[in-house]
């Protein structure tokens, strides 16, 4: 008796074997190298926005603000009143360590003065330029020497490469002086809502791991590990057909499905079970941590001569086209919620519901740092419950993930001591308001140790 082997296997045997470096990638990526306590479990959303392709909006009769400031780095314009101006084009720039500013779409400067970029607190010095439509590029603008790390830091800082993951700070300083043995990449967006590094993953991989493998290159950094939640298969499935194509060795690695595991130290601890203490760099623990859309954008900069004037935001919530738009820099926020068709009483999120905040002013403008816009977010959320006595639950210690005692540094918040906020290790707090979350009481705990931090240390009055 003969025993034949189905038509079906035999068909699906060569597509199998083909399959066989992606299944060594997933056995790498099952585990996790550490653990971290605490963190909770959010419910996401983001089905409202991660099943659409990137959108690009029409710039033909808007007049945009590019903001020339990020952190203490203040670019001096370098264009009048009047110039017309290629995107991409040098708008301001200052000596070593400046962050330089781009067009990010051709048209004539209109004016220089303040604007109101949507996640910042403070007007900042700003271009206008009327876009003329027609979206035209300047010469690209490659490194022209060969690169080493304090080249490429300086290369950074020129085509105005800043953080892309929330706090905006200046690429080039993060890659001056830096000798780490392990590059981390984070794509992590543990934030509700927020689906703009997911679409990035799923659609621009090859470009993730190209720029991945420049950076181990220029550093000789011998580990690559891009930590992504499970919730992401399409965005991991991306990455894994990727990095098996590369030449550099990238592993990619799932992280917990637990708000902030893309919090810095705990991504470092997800990915190698390295712990960082609090106030140490990265790089004191041998570790460079960016986020993949940095990685991606650093990767358009050196490959391809194209400095920082974009970036993805999510657009979600009460809108009758929800998704991600490749938003030039200095958009005003207006445009965008009109395009996706807002609706509402004009009530805007920036960011997502945990880290984000409501936007201030109605003519802010997109800045590197904006994540997302997220319309009429009380339709969402739990309604905001007034603030009632601490029923010591202890639920707070449970959810931080930084093993504080936020009850205690709440109290200690109130009393202003300055003794018992740092034995209670405030500067160890990673605002990431997971206590403020599961608190019965409603109690402000991220939000007050956010303002002690402000007004203790930086001696910022509210
Ligand atoms: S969770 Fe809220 S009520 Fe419970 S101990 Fe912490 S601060 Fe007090
Ligand atoms: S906001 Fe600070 S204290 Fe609260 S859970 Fe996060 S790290 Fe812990």
């Known amino acids: 008796m003969t025993s034949t082997i189905p038509a079906r296997i035999t068909q699906q045997l060569p597509f199998a074997i083909s399959q066989l470096p992606l299944l060594r990638q997933l056995f790498n990526s099952v585990q996790q190298r550490g653990h971290w306590r605490g963190g909770v479990r959010l419910r996401g959303h983001k089905q409202l926005s991660n099943h659409t392709p990137i ?44 962050v330089w500013a781009h067009a990010s779409t051709s048209g004539v400067v209109t004016a220089i003065k303040e604007c109101c970029p949507a996640d910042g607190d403070q007007r900042q010095a700003a271009v206008y330029i009327a876009a003329d439509g027609l979206d035209e590029w300047a010469p690209a603008c490659r490194p022209t020497t060969v690169l080493t790390p304090a080249s490429l830091a300086a290369f950074a800082m020129q085509m105005g490469l800043v953080g892309l993951g929330g706090a905006g700070f200046p690429t080039g300083l993060k890659l001056q ?62 990455l894994w057909q990727a990095a098996v194509g590369s030449d550099c060795h990238i592993e990619v690695l799932t992280l917990p499905l637990r708000y902030p595991a893309g919090g810095q130290p705990l991504l470092i601890k997800s990915l190698t079970g390295r712990t960082l203490a609090p106030g140490k760099l990265p790089a004191e623990v041998g570790v460079m941590v960016l986020n993949v859309a940095t990685v991606y954008a650093l990767g358009r900069a050196v490959l391809h001569g194209r400095p920082l004037v974009s970036r993805i935001v999510t657009i979600s919530g009460a809108v009758a086209q929800p998704g991600n738009v490749e938003a030039p820099i200095g958009l005003p926020v207006a445009s965008v919620l009109a395009a996706a068709q807002a609706q509402g009483d004009g009530s805007v999120h920036i960011g997502g519901p945990m880290m984000g905040r409501k936007l201030a002013d109605a003519r802010a403008v997109i800045s590197k740092t904006t994540s997302g816009l997220l319309v009429q977010a009380e339709a969402f959320l739990p309604a905001a419950q007034a603030s009632r006595p601490c029923i010591r639950c202890n639920r707070c210690v449970d959810a931080c993930p930084m093993s504080l005692r936020p009850l205690h540094l709440l109290a200690a918040c109130q009393q202003q001591d300055r003794p018992a906020l740092q034995q209670e290790q405030l500067g160890a707090c990673i605002e990431c308001g997971a206590c403020s979350h599961v608190c019965p009481s409603k109690l402000p705990l991220r939000d007050s140790f956010r303002q002690a931090k402000r007004t203790i240390w930086l001696g910022v009055r509210s």
Do not use: W, Y
């Open 55 to 98: 959108r690009s909006l029409p710039l033909a009769g808007q007049e945009l603000a590019i903001p020339l400031s990020h952190g203490r780095s203040s670019a001096q314009p370098c264009v009048q009143v009047g110039q017309r101006v290629c995107k991409g084009e040098v708008i301001g720039d200052g000596p070593a360590g400046t």
């Open 177 to 238: 002086g830096a000798s780490p043995d392990t590059l981390l990449i984070n794509g992590a967006e543990c934030e509700p809502f927020l689906t703009c590094d997911d679409r990035l993953m799923r659609e621009r991989a090859g470009e993730i791991v190209a720029a991945a493998a420049l950076l181990a290159s220029v550093f000789a950094i011998g580990r690559v590990r891009i930590g992504i939640e499970p919730n992401k298969p399409q965005a991991i499935a991306a």
